[in-house]
């Protein structure tokens, strides 16, 4: 079961929601929705990356009667997706992609989603599910249907964490190395993957990847500029999950134009001149 139609429309058209319709999610859906988590493993190049659990909710309470909140202005959500991995960079980077196709599935069935990294009780979603030792739960998504019309304070939400404003291409993409941005009319075929990465959602808005591409176009090299101390009070590093995000927004779009490619772990080395940039990963042409 994979994305079905133009998945970069999709990507193109979502938004977070915050405010819902107070009508429960149709069997249909649930159905669709566990079925997409069992097809995951298979369809994902990471295969299985923890758990993600989905848990309907009625008046802000599961069937099992515990109470889930209304957190950071979500209203009148029918359900949640949550989502458990272990804590290690590797494990959350490619959790949060596996999350992200998810979530993208999920706007193709028209359901509403808005990634949540901090702003919720972990201890009431736990009491839901089983959490081994060394895991946690680093991300939680509302799921319902979007209000066609946004309350006013959906809309001053958005306005507050700057969701509609995102970062030039000069300021996130780099030719050959850090020290000569790239510009859309040099990108050749990935420039609408690249494109994609730009758009795609961050917590806070802050777009903390920075993608370094070869002479050649065919390897993309994907970085983390940290912003200091923004998640440290959660006890593990949020932004790790935004970088997950971008290379499911990159990797999914190459597929879309036939583009393919492999995710390696092979750090070029580049001279990066700011500590608070991280390598990650690489994507290859193949």
């Not at 909140?69 to 959500?77: N, P, R, V």
């Not at 591409?213 to 949020?238: A, C, W």
Request: with cysteine; proline share 3%; hydrophobic share 35%.
């Amino acid at each position: 079961m994979q994305l079905e139609g133009k998945v970069i429309d999709t990507m193109r058209q979502r938004q977070s929601v915050r405010t819902y319709h107070d009508v429960a999610l149709t069997e249909e859906h649930i159905k669709n929705i566990e079925n997409y988590i069992e097809e995951i493993p298979r369809i994902s190049p990471f295969g299985k990356i923890g758990n993600i659990e989905f848990i309907e909710v009625t008046s802000n309470r599961s069937e099992k009667g515990v109470k889930l909140g209304t957190y950071g202005f979500i209203k009148s959500q029918k359900g949640y997706l949550v989502g458990i991995s272990e804590k290690d960079t590797y494990s959350l980077v490619k959790f949060a992609y596996n999350f992200q196709m998810l979530v993208l599935y999920l706007t193709e069935l028209g359901l509403g989603t808005c990634w949540m990294g901090g702003t919720f009780s972990r201890k009431s979603f736990e009491k839901e599910l089983i959490v081994s030792e060394g895991e946690f739960i680093p991300c939680v998504t509302p799921v319902g249907y979007p209000r066609e019309k946004r309350r006013l304070f959906d809309k001053a939400i958005r306005a507050v964490a700057k969701s509609d404003n995102r970062k030039a291409w000069e300021n996130l993409f780099f030719d050959e190395s850090f020290h000569s941005s790239l510009s859309k009319d040099n990108a050749g075929q990935l420039e609408l993957p690249l494109e994609m990465v730009r758009i795609g959602p961050s917590a806070s808005n802050k777009q903390p990847w920075r993608l370094v591409v070869s002479k050649d176009r065919r390897q993309v090299h994907f970085y983390i500029e940290h912003t200091p101390n923004y998640s440290s009070s959660l006890g593990y590093d949020m932004q790790l999950l935004d970088i997950g995000i971008a290379m499911c927004q990159f990797d999914l779009a190459c597929k879309e134009l036939q583009l393919a490619g492999e995710w390696v772990v092979e750090n070029p080395g580049m001279n990066v001149n700011n500590e608070q940039i991280e390598y990650l990963y690489t994507w290859k042409s193949r």
